[in-house]
């Protein structure tokens, strides 16, 4: 994980993280910015798997879901993600989206929203920053929006790109 500034790298992590299977607990260790290992506890999701979980709660019809989920973006551990789902109300106004829209098409969609807080601080009232998205089922997210509290980004799709299906 990069972040870059004004053309310099502002922070940079290093690492890799593997859990003994879904549902099972792992490990993360880190090269930079410095050497550093640590346990993640039994249940810790990766962002894809999570992302799925969430489109199944809401196919099923869940309201809410919360997961640990391990991002590799930061050295503590992995955040307790809280979401709230509901229907899709999806309104007009959105710009058009080019290239292979057909993906877009005869997709359920919701809104999703999900609240990030840091391992250990489950009992604070705000969550470090949080993501709003038109998820479609096919886990595209027409828009986004990732609010930190102090500023925003909002995001909207505009062009889409299928990529070939990797042989394995």
């Known amino acids: 994980m990069r972040n870059i500034q004004d053309d310099?790298?502002?922070?940079?992590l290093r690492g890799q993280a593997d859990l003994e299977g879904q549902g099972g607990k792992g490990?993360?260790?880190?090269t930079l910015p410095e050497v550093r290992s640590f346990e993640l506890p039994a249940g810790t999701?990766?962002?894809?798997t999570h992302l799925a979980l969430i489109i199944r709660h809401a196919r099923d019809g869940d309201k809410s879901a919360s997961y640990g989920v391990f991002d590799g973006a930061r050295l503590d551990g992995a955040f307790q993600v809280n979401a709230v789902?509901?229907?899709?109300?999806r309104t007009t106004?959105?710009?058009?989206?080019?290239?292979?829209?057909?993906?877009?098409?005869?997709?359920?969609?919701?809104?999703?929203?999900?609240?990030?807080?840091?391992a250990g601080d489950q009992g604070s009232a705000n969550p470090e920053y949080e993501l709003a998205l038109d998820l479609l089922g096919n886990g595209i997210a027409r828009s986004m929006l990732l609010d930190y509290g102090?500023?925003?980004v909002d995001a909207r799709l505009v062009q889409l790109q299928a990529l070939p299906r990797p042989r394995c």
Not at 85 to 89: A, D, F, G, K, N
Not at 106 to 117: D, E, I, K, T
């Open 45 to 48: 999701l990766f962002p894809t």
């Open 8 to 12: 310099e790298v502002e922070e940079e």
């Open 85 to 89: 789902i509901s229907r899709s109300t």
């Open 150 to 152: 102090d500023f925003a």
């Open 27 to 30: 490990r993360a260790s880190f």
């Open 93 to 118: 106004g959105a710009p058009p989206v080019r290239g292979d829209v057909g993906l877009l098409r005869n997709q359920p969609s919701w809104n999703v929203r999900l609240a990030f807080f840091a």
